[in-house]
C-alpha cells in the first residue's frame, strides 16, 4: 500500500456527496481545508507507538497493511478515541486508538490497528 493509495482515498471522500457518518463530511471538510498533508509508513510494535510530524496533526487516517484495519482521527474527538474500520466489516467508535499530539500522534496498541511487525500506512494533515 502506497502514499498514493492514501492520495486515492482522499480524492474519493471529496468526491462524495452524502457521507454515512458525520464524522466523515468533518474528515473530508478538514481535507479540503488541509495546509499540508503528510504521508508514511511505520512498521507496528503492539503497543504505542509515536509517529513524528513536521507540525502538529489536525487529521489522521492509518491503514494497517497486514491485517486490513483502519482508523481515523479527527482534532475534534476526545482523548484517544477514533473511528475504527474492518474487514468484516465492522465500524467502531473506540478508545485507545489515536492521539494527537504537538509535533506528532501516537497509534494506541489496538492489535487490529498496530499488529507487532504489521505495516502501517499514515497520513496526516497539519
Do not use: C
Not at 473530508?28 to 488541509?34: G, K, R, V
Not at 504505542?48 to 507540525?55: E, H, K, M, Q
Not at 474492518?86 to 496498541?109: C, E, H, Q, R, W
Amino acid at each position: 500500500m502506497s502514499a498514493n493509495l492514501m492520495q486515492a482515498v482522499v480524492s474519493n471522500l471529496l468526491a462524495q456527496t452524502e457521507h454515512p457518518y458525520p464524522d466523515m463530511r468533518t474528515l473530508a471538510q478538514a481535507l479540503t481545508n488541509a495546509g499540508q498533508l503528510q504521508t508514511g509508513t511505520v512498521t507496528g510494535t503492539g503497543a504505542s507507538l509515536d509517529v513524528d510530524t513536521a507540525g502538529n496533526p489536525r487529521v489522521v487516517i492509518i491503514v494497517n497493511a497486514t491485517d486490513i484495519g483502519a482508523g481515523v482521527k479527527i482534532s475534534g474527538m476526545a482523548g484517544a478515541y477514533a473511528l475504527k474500520v474492518l474487514d468484516t466489516p465492522a465500524v467502531s467508535y473506540a478508545n485507545a486508538m489515536i492521539t494527537l499530539d504537538t509535533g506528532k500522534f501516537t497509534i494506541g496498541s489496538d492489535a487490529d490497528l498496530n499488529g507487532s511487525g504489521d505495516t502501517i500506512v499514515w497520513m496526516a494533515l497539519i
